[in-house]
């Protein structure tokens, strides 16, 4: 038995996150690189780490290697600790046979064991998908004020987009009267975000419940949180009030990134009392030589600049050769842009060369058909030939020869 | 990999005096250099990179800013159960000469070189940067039967005391060795990369000790020419010796050639450092930056130029920053100008203020000043 947790955090991080496409063909979504040196699971793993709560169990499923690999022992997250840290949870074979994680439900009933050995009082589940920094301390506080069974964080979205998110509808103390799961027409615009505390004792026995249930499909969002709420279960939703993302699509995925430009957004990686923390490259700092230009723009270290970027996400060892374009772009590690080539409106992943004089991507306002239009995204290790062109809205994963489009 | 049989000595405090400024409060092997590193960097990265699993680092005083950046020597994966990394602060009883004499700082430390497994022994200064094979100074120093092998550059002679300048012949072999000689020719001077199998060093030590020799360069080296095979291994590409402020400045300054950034940071042999889980730099609307190299964690609204901004530099809209050197979280605001400048860490340059240096001599600001 290891030393009692007050709180532990069990992470959901086995999405495919298929609408990402090529991004995440050999990749979980978690793993998918962001804001120039981070993945998408730092935000819920350097919360955690901030918000005191140092017990972390990963529950991977979906391509699991890179993920496995980049969480490696914790260090880079301080989670790397002699009682609790961070745990990576893959489906295992028991007696009875393996199982996969049927469910987001299912994945934490097959973990039971894992939790019960902190004996924790609460339990935070997290899914892995979004971009934010939260104190679940917080959230945490005033689960126990209220004497909840679950608390479920909530944050107010704008009306017109409400009918996308799964919604709560609550009573003045904030308890929650009623869910609406996608609604067509929206009667709150308080949207989950995915992040919820339960008290385990309660969880636990729904958990094994659910499980029992052979009509049930082992989901926290279907199955869990509504019988929880039809049995009378306390049941509060806490008002989030910050930046928040989900960056389950291209275009999502895209804006999330270049929100990191735009000082509006309440969403500042410079906090040193909040910092994300990352599996940091060795890479030397960046350099912008004399015939560059840079605007507006995130360049990570052992980046070279000689050509143009502008209003860009460049992450670590990019090169953009003189005379190559880069713009309202995010390109990930180790990729080339070559002397001549235009990448724009675009997501370029790992280890790609973009060849001389190739067009990548189409800005908006060139386009004749704008329902034609869209980010266009190269795959890790393509190469796109000279002169070749990527159309907007397009996925390659193939290289792309001289010449073709 | 040959590095297993080999213990790493790095000297932190070797030649601190000659820069005087930045060691002040902290030792040459904590001295920033090149945007994210402190020099010691890169002796510790060229040793585990050859597979060098134990190193010893010596320290004299003012080692506070040192153990910060080592910790436990994780970065350079030399935080290990077995062998690892070694602070070896001064003893007591040990008294320490200057300038980087070496004889002094080796008596307190021959207990642990004479307990360690290892064969061979690697010195390292830290004023000298340079990113070296240490497995092919290995081959050679076999393949050339060499008792003591010196990494050396050809070029102007540092304006350091104690330097060892080699002539030799077609072979490498060292037939004529003088500490520091007056010249403006250029020399084949000594990096302070030498090694040298442990058991010699031991003997040598003896001898030192018992003849009651000081300076390890003249009484060990010099004096052995024609005794030992001592050899010289040519460091190619990227190399320099800091010996001054002005050294300082040029050495950082020439790695905004990509060339020879490339050969310093070769990605073959990377330079580990501390991790600070900085964002990554952010170039505002109308900023303008130009030759520079920049670190994470810097937000740049101004002009920057032919300058090394290490981690978490602000430059204010209007600031220009031209031919300067700006450490860790150094703020520059508004309108302000500094050309030619070193500015510490934390320094503050409040709206409005132009400090202007010449290339020969640029003005420092020490640490955490408010201008």
């Known amino acids: 038995m290891a030393r009692k947790m007050e709180c532990i955090a069990m992470l959901l991080a086995g999405g495919q996150g298929s609408r990402l496409g090529i991004l995440t063909k050999n990749i979980a979504k978690p793993a998918v690189p962001y804001g120039g040196k981070y993945r998408i699971i730092d935000f819920p793993l350097s919360n955690c780490v901030n918000s005191g709560i140092s017990t972390v169990g990963v529950l991977t499923q979906y391509q699991p290697l890179e993920l496995n690999d980049y969480i490696g022992n914790g260090q880079a997250w301080d989670l790397d600790r002699a009682n609790g840290g961070v745990h990576i949870l893959s489906p295992y074979q028991q007696i009875k046979g393996t199982e996969w994680y049927k469910g987001t439900a299912n994945a934490i009933y097959q973990n039971i064991n894992f939790i019960d050995r902190y004996s924790p009082e609460y339990v935070a589940v997290l899914s892995g998908d979004h971009i934010y920094k939260m104190d679940y301390n917080k959230m945490l506080e005033y689960h126990k004020e209220n004497n909840a069974a679950c608390t479920i964080a909530m944050l107010e979205v704008p009306w017109e987009e409400a009918s996308r998110f799964g919604l709560m509808i609550t009573n003045e103390d904030n308890s929650i009267a009623e869910f609406e799961e996608k609604p067509k027409n929206p009667r709150s615009n308080k949207a989950s975000m995915g992040v919820y505390i339960f008290t385990w004792s309660k969880l636990r026995q729904y958990l094994i419940d659910d499980e029992a249930d052979p009509d049930s499909s082992n989901d926290f969002g279907h199955d869990v949180i509504p019988k929880m709420h039809a049995n009378g279960e306390r049941m509060f939703a806490y008002l989030f009030d910050g930046y928040w993302k989900d960056v389950g699509t291209i275009d999502s995925l895209w804006e999330a990134n270049l929100d990191l430009l735009n000082p509006k957004v309440d969403?500042?990686?410079?906090?040193?009392?909040?910092?994300?923390?990352?599996?940091?490259?060795?890479?030397?700092?960046?350099?912008?030589?004399?015939?560059?230009?840079?605007?507006?723009?995130?360049?990570?270290?052992?980046?070279?600049?000689?050509?143009?970027?502008?209003?860009?996400?460049?992450?670590?060892?990019?090169?953009?050769?003189?005379?190559?374009?880069?713009?309202?772009?995010?390109?990930?590690?180790?990729?080339?842009?070559?002397?001549?080539?235009?990448?724009?409106?675009?997501?370029?992943?790992?280890?790609?060369v973009i060849e001389k004089d190739a067009v990548?991507?189409?800005?908006?306002?060139?386009?004749?058909?704008?329902?034609?239009?869209?980010?266009?995204?190269?795959?890790?290790?393509?190469?796109?030939?000279?002169?070749?062109?990527?159309?907007?809205?397009?996925?390659?994963?193939?290289?792309?020869?001289?010449?073709?489009? | 990999m040959t590095g297993k049989n080999i213990v790493g000595i790095v000297f932190s405090n070797a030649y601190d005096e000659c820069l005087s400024e930045l060691t002040g409060l902290r030792t040459m092997g904590s001295v920033p250099f090149a945007c994210r590193y402190r020099l010691i960097d890169f002796a510790l990265s060229n040793m585990v990179n050859s597979g060098i699993e134990k190193v010893g680092v010596v320290t004299k005083s003012n080692y506070q800013s040192l153990m910060d950046h080592l910790g436990t020597g994780k970065p350079w994966d030399l935080s290990r159960k077995t062998e690892g990394m070694f602070l070896l602060p001064p003893f007591s009883t040990a008294s320490s000469g200057?300038?980087?004499?070496?004889?002094?700082?080796?008596?307190?430390?021959?207990?642990?070189?004479?307990?360690?497994?290892?064969?061979?022994?690697?010195f390292s200064d830290c004023n000298s940067v340079l990113n070296i094979d240490i497995e092919e100074l290995m081959d050679y120093h076999m393949e050339k039967g060499s008792d003591v092998t010196i990494v050396y550059k050809n070029g102007k002679m540092p304006a350091l005391s104690n330097v060892i300048v080699m002539e030799m012949n077609d072979s490498g072999k060292a037939t004529k060795i003088a500490v520091s000689p007056v010249t403006e020719d250029n020399v084949n001077y000594s990096l302070n990369v030498v090694l040298m199998k442990k058991s010699l060093l031991e003997r040598l030590m003896h001898e030192a000790i018992s003849l009651n020799y000081n300076d390890f360069e003249a009484d060990i080296i010099q004096r052995n020419v024609n005794k030992l095979n001592i050899y010289g291994f040519e460091a190619k590409g990227y190399?320099?010796?800091?010996?001054?402020?002005?050294?300082?400045?040029?050495?950082?300054?020439?790695?905004?050639?990509?060339?020879?950034?490339?050969?310093?940071?070769?990605?073959?042999?990377?330079?580990?450092?501390?991790?600070?889980?900085?964002?990554?730099?952010?170039?505002?609307?109308?900023?303008?930056?130009?030759?520079?190299?920049?670190?994470?964690?810097?937000?740049i609204d101004g002009e920057v130029e032919n300058s090394i901004l290490f981690r978490g530099v602000r430059v204010e809209k209007g600031a220009v920053v031209k031919n300067s050197i700006v450490m860790q979280g150094t703020y520059v605001a508004q309108d302000s100008s500094l050309s030619y400048v070193v500015a510490d860490k934390s320094v503050v340059i409040t709206p409005g203020k132009t400090l202007s240096g010449a290339e020969n001599y640029p003005i420092y600001i020490g640490k955490a000043i408010v201008i």
Not at chain 1, 324 to 342: E, F, Q, W
Not at chain 2, 239 to 261: G, H, R, V, W
């Open chain 2, 98 to 122: 200057s300038n980087g004499d070496k004889i002094a700082s080796l008596k307190g430390i021959m207990g642990f070189i004479s307990r360690s497994t290892e064969e061979y022994v690697l």
């Open chain 1, 267 to 352: 969403l500042d990686l410079s906090d040193p009392t909040w910092k994300i923390y990352s599996r940091t490259p060795v890479a030397p700092p960046h350099y912008v030589s004399a015939d560059a230009t840079v605007q507006n723009s995130m360049i990570a270290e052992g980046s070279r600049v000689f050509g143009e970027v502008d209003f860009s996400i460049l992450f670590s060892n990019v090169t953009v050769e003189e005379g190559a374009v880069v713009r309202d772009s995010i390109v990930m590690p180790g990729t080339v842009v070559k002397s001549g080539a235009t990448v724009q409106y675009a997501i370029v992943a790992e280890n790609a």
């Open chain 1, 360 to 405: 990548v991507g189409q800005r908006p306002e060139d386009m004749e058909d704008l329902n034609e239009w869209g980010v266009a995204v190269v795959g890790s290790g393509v190469t796109v030939g000279e002169g070749a062109s990527v159309a907007p809205k397009a996925m390659v994963d193939a290289d792309v020869r001289k010449g073709d489009k």
């Open chain 2, 239 to 299: 190399a320099t010796t800091i010996d001054s402020m002005q050294t300082y400045f040029k050495a950082n300054m020439e790695l905004l050639n990509p060339e020879n950034c490339d050969h310093l940071f070769d990605k073959e042999r990377p330079v580990y450092t501390k991790v600070r889980d900085d964002m990554p730099a952010i170039y505002g609307l109308g900023s303008n930056v130009k030759n520079s190299l920049i670190a994470d964690g810097c937000i």
